[in-house]
């Protein structure tokens, strides 16, 4: 009977667990499908824009203009000091996604420090923040939680004000983004990019001359700007986008792994209970015999 409770009681808590992972595997989903649409296409708008200010910058060149004089957002300098904005997670049960940010992380910090590079962080996600809090050589600026509805306006504007007003004001020389990259079901790479300042790749081809209705330092660095901001949005719906498909095939496997625990614990407890009922049939059986020879032999 000791066995039968035990077995009843794990049946019970599997039955729970398979009712939780089943439930994140749905919201996981619910919210994958939201936010991956939406950032691939960022993905693509983003590069298009690059492209269109890689050309812009290209025929100033020609033009004897140096693209570094048309906004403050292309000034290189000497790296003494770096910022961070880490897209992270609130929590685990996403499989190895937390693991390999980590890393990536851990490694570019390591990277940085050896050429005597300062360090500070914007961090999105409290348990990347936890994580990273152990690190005492990385002041942690910020850190907030994910909002409910996953990647919104307000955030990405608070974000591109907060880092922009660091470079632009000297408080940091780069601006650099990790992240994971999402690229399918099954592929997801972490990734550290720099989004200030803005790394545009040279142009080639003909030169294409353009007739600016203002000037060309105001059209470029609206360009700019409005660059930046997609560089950070994109970056957090890549994010986003990642860890719910990481939960999503987490728990769906977890799922599937409950459904097996449950056939085999109810195979057993099927057993037990009969081998109970037997035994019960069993000791009334006998106490009948016993009765009933007693019974005779008075």
Known sequence: MQELALVRSRLKAVTGIRGVCSTLATVAAAKLSRTRDRAFGMRTYTQRLREIVARQLLTAREEGIDPAALSPLLTGRLVKRVMLLVIGTDQG???GYN?????????????WHADGVETSAIVRGERTARILRRDEAVEIVESTKWPRAGVIDDDVDRLLTATADAFTEGAVDEVWAVYAEHYS??????RTVRLLPIDVREATGSVERYCYEHTREDV???????????QIEDVMLEAFSAEQCARMITMQEATERADTALAELGVRYNRLRRE???????????????RKEAANAS
């Open 220 to 230: 470029v660095a609206e360009l700019l700007d409005v660059l930046v901001r997609l």
């Open 276 to 290: 109970s009922i037997t035994a019960d049939l069993t000791g009334v059986l006998a106490a009948r015999r016993i």
């Open 185 to 190: 079901m099954i592929r997801r790479e972490s």
């Open 93 to 95: 049960l996403c499989g």
């Open 99 to 111: 693991l390999e940010l980590d890393a990536e992380l851990r490694r570019r910090i390591r990277e």
